[in-house]
């Protein structure tokens, strides 16, 4: 683990209401690596999927930000008005990431396969980078929440996703990582890894067997 929050100790580490945020950059961390790794394989025959691959998790990191900058930070800096400052500087970060993630679809969809390399690597660049920066605010800030207070926002920022995330995100959550206690309901980690997790299996081909 790259982040600040953790310091090697695990997701189980955090108060169980702040371990679904935790994992959710987890997981953003390890399809940026996905794509890296698989940008330098790619050809015009491998574009389509990947494609396809990048708009499903292109949708998840869109949600992410966007309810932080309209439902978490607004949510918090009520309880926690001293992070008004640093949710202003995660908003401006989240531009030059709207403008890394442009860049990688673009390239993408003018099937230029040359080009996607250098596009990667901005965009997992500037992601990781704002990952750093907005652990190192936020998590301080989300500890002296009250646990009621953040899972009432958190339950919102669900509500928010578009359906295209709500049908990825319990195989996206669990897939290839640990699973902290209190992560998700029982039966909805028993859909992510049956009913849901077959579709979401099929659209990890082009990024996991690049061509």
Known sequence: MDGLVWGGRGVEALPRHL?????????????????????????????????????????????????EDDILWPGLIEHAPEIAVGSHRMVQDHVALDDSMLRVTRVLEEGRAELVGAAVDTFDTVLHRHLREEEELTFPVFARVPAGVFAALERRVLAAAPFRVKRVLPPWLLDGLPVPDGLMPGPVRLMGRTLLGGAYRRSLAGILEPR
Do not use: K, N, Y
């Open 19 to 67: 371990r679904g945020f935790a994992q959710t950059h987890l997981a953003l961390r390890r399809d940026s690596r996905r794509l890296v790794v698989a940008a330098p394989l790619l050809t015009s025959s491998g574009l389509p999927q990947v494609t396809q691959w990048w708009g499903q998790f292109r949708a998840i990191v869109d949600w992410h930000h966007r309810t």
